[in-house]
């Protein structure tokens, strides 16, 4: 089955303890990317990535690290999480430019940090 | 930069039509998506429009006008299961990255 397969679903944390948030496709999409959303912002872009070792910041990227050393993998890295980055994550990718199906999502990584 | 705006609730009733419109300015626009969120899942693909005109697909059809930088999605026979979040959202023309508007909670009431 085509997926975006995010891990962990649920996380709470402490304050400064690092943690990553795993992201992996397995339709060979070049274009991945993390959102994060929050009541009354909507979805906002932190990080994307066009191809293997190629990724570049969205609106809100500080805090945040990527790597894309793999295709089908895109984790997200909080290297000092907050507590400003309680959220709901989602990963996302895409085949390409002019793909008509827009992004497959990821079921969410829903992330309190306490 | 790109600005997306999309009303914030909404409420139909169950057979009823509802339009949620969507205005956009962008730096770039290489295509509009539609998405339905059902509340603490994730977003799901609706429909898509790069060129004026409507498109259709069952009880969904969605619209684009690049002039007027404008959209509609429009929900005919409407049902309680369509009850949640529609988000507007426009791929620009860095990347294939997508820019989401705030989303329309919509209600469907009996």
């Known amino acids: 089955e085509a997926q975006v397969t995010q891990n962990p679903r649920y996380l709470i944390t402490v304050t400064g303890k690092k943690l990553t948030v795993t992201c992996s496709q397995n339709?060979?999409?070049?274009?991945m990317s993390w959102y994060r959303q929050d009541p009354g912002l909507g979805l906002r872009q932190i990080y994307y990535?066009?191809?293997?070792?190629?990724?570049d910041k969205g609106d809100v990227p500080e805090g945040y690290k990527v790597s894309r050393k793999e295709k089908r993998n895109f984790p997200l890295i909080l290297e000092s999480p907050s507590p400003n980055q309680t959220s709901l994550y989602f990963c996302a990718s895409t085949l390409g430019q002019g793909d008509r199906g827009g992004y497959t999502f990821g079921s969410g990584t829903r992330l309190t940090v306490v | 930069g790109q600005n997306i705006d999309q009303p914030t609730e909404m409420t139909a009733t169950e057979g009823a039509i509802v339009q949620i419109n969507c205005t956009y300015q962008t730096s770039g626009f290489n295509g509009l998506f539609w998405y339905q969120q059902h509340a603490g899942e994730a977003p799901t693909f609706l429909s898509y429009?790069?060129?004026?005109g409507l498109e259709e697909k069952g009880r969904f059809s969605s619209f684009l006008s690049r002039s007027k930088g404008y959209s509609y999605l429009l929900l005919k026979e409407l049902q309680m299961k369509d009850s949640a979040s529609y988000l507007c959202a426009v791929r620009g023309n860095a990347g294939n990255m997508l820019t989401f508007g705030g989303g329309t909670r919509l209600m469907v009431k009996p």
């Open positions: 339709m060979n999409h070049e274009y």
């Open positions: 429009n790069v060129l004026d």
């Open positions: 990535s066009m191809n293997v070792e190629v990724t």
